[in-house]
């Protein structure tokens, strides 16, 4: 997984050098606040949806009922391919309100950034699926086929067709890797689908804890770029977000961290197994080993590193980069912690993630004077909802009867889906 993602983040960042470079710095500054507002609008709803596919995936897969993960995975395709639409033609009606807001002279680019929209629904839900089942190889060549293309279509589509051409590109590499996911997921369960029933209420329970932890992580992650295309100048907007470019190069490399740690949490805590609580202290360690050797890198050459993601016109956004990689380390600690809890259906943390993710939007929303303010405000605020994740967490605590290995209580047996699996040596997913 760690190598899947490390060569789907080398792609990206292929794709945003040279279109960087094909675009120039305004340019680039359309493309990537465009980009952040499509990911802030579908990362939110669709890694909530992909959260709790995921948990339910897990609780199949420690059951082994291979015919219930195939109903699974078809549900989420059509499920995804609705959600899509829907976005797309939400997009069409505001395109005019969101051109205006950041300034485009051309609808063009947001018909475009739509396309990107209907698509990043898709790929979470599925591959939830996936990463519930702990196909995590095939998690990773999903990543690489789709940023590929990226790299390969958007610089080329950039050439001819500028801003909307580069958008363009994402949008394809997020096609073909829909296509090769659906494929991929009636593969390995080809089998005939079993009924699927689920707990609506105590699934809309679980996600509505788990929405807003994802809505704020994921708020936090993109919501600034957008901010400060709309409140400064387009070259000072371009400087920025390649800024952001370079901080979420850390995030997404922390990434594969968590995609392992959710799954693995729930299943066993599913099958009432001892050790979910093991999983958290590797996890932290090996995610600040990645931040230690990330930061020393972008201390020592932050004017250089930048230059070489997206090009020497960047490259005096050189003293924006390392307190803006620090505060993305603290955003990725906060994931990690959060990603654990949400296994174990541990939500007490979620209103404190909430309130320090409200309270930082908006102080910059009302004070952002210069970047380098809005920056430390970042840091200030990535680094509060870190400490809130840690809220009451297991491992500051007496252990949960699903983290001591006991058996779990048969309120915690109860699954998601509403149909019990017949062999009763096979454990229920928890909530």
């Not at 279109?19 to 120039?24: A, E, F, W």
């Not at 089942?133 to 990773?140: D, K, L």
């Not at 174990?344 to 930082?360: G, H, I, K, M």
Request: aromatic share 8%; hydrophobic share 55%.
């Amino acid at each position: 997984m760690f190598a899947g993602i490390i060569a789907a983040n080398a792609l990206t960042y292929v794709y945003y050098a040279l279109v960087g470079r094909v675009l120039g710095v305004a340019g680039y500054g359309v493309v990537s606040a465009l980009f952040s507002a499509t990911l802030l609008i579908a990362t939110a709803p669709a890694t909530v949806a992909a959260t709790v596919v995921t948990r339910i995936a897990a609780g199949l897969y420690a059951a082994k009922d291979h015919q219930k993960l195939r109903r699974l995975g078809d549900l989420v395709s059509a499920a995804s391919a609705g959600l899509g639409i829907a976005a797309f033609l939400a997009v069409t009606v505001a395109e005019p309100a969101i051109a205006s807001y950041l300034h485009l002279a051309s609808i063009a680019p947001v018909l475009a950034a739509g396309a990107v929209l209907a698509l990043a629904f898709a790929l979470p839900l599925q591959r939830s699926v996936l990463q519930g089942t702990q196909h995590f190889s095939i998690y990773a060549t999903s990543m690489i086929v789709e940023t590929a293309l990226k790299a390969a279509t958007g610089p080329l589509l950039a050439l001819r067709f500028g801003v909307t051409g580069a958008l363009a590109g994402l949008a394809i590499g997020s096609a073909v890797s829909a296509i090769y996911n659906a494929l991929i997921l009636r593969r390995l369960y080809s089998g005939r689908p079993a009924r699927l029933r689920f707990d609506l209420r105590r699934m809309f329970v679980s996600s509505a804890g788990t929405g807003s932890a994802v809505l704020a992580i994921n708020a936090l992650l993109f919501y600034d770029v957008i901010i400060v295309r709309h409140a400064f100048d387009p070259i000072s907007a371009g400087l920025y977000g390649a800024t952001a470019l370079v901080g979420r190069a850390l995030y997404t490399v922390v990434s594969f961290i968590p995609t392992i740690v959710l799954p693995k949490a729930a299943a066993r805590a599913a099958a009432g197994a001892a050790g979910p609580r093991s999983l958290l202290a590797p996890a932290l360690t090996a995610a600040a080993a990645i931040i230690a050797g990330a930061l020393v890198v972008t201390a020592a050459a932050p004017g250089t590193l930048v230059a070489i993601i997206a090009g020497r016109a960047f490259a005096t956004a050189g003293p924006y980069v390392l307190p803006y990689v620090l505060a993305l380390s603290f955003l990725a600690l906060a994931n990690i912690v959060a990603m654990y809890q949400i296994g174990l259906a541990r939500l007490s943390f979620v209103v404190p993630l909430c309130t320090a993710a409200a309270s930082e939007i908006a102080t910059i929303t009302i004070w952002h004077p210069t970047i380098p303010a809005v920056i430390t405000v970042l840091v200030c605020g990535h680094c509060a909802a870190f400490l809130t994740t840690l809220f009451r967490i297991p491992l500051f605590t007496a252990p949960s009867s699903a983290e001591s290995g006991a058996p779990l209580p048969s309120a915690q047996k109860k699954p998601l889906c509403g149909d019990t699996v017949q062999n009763q040596n096979r454990p229920a997913p928890v909530a």
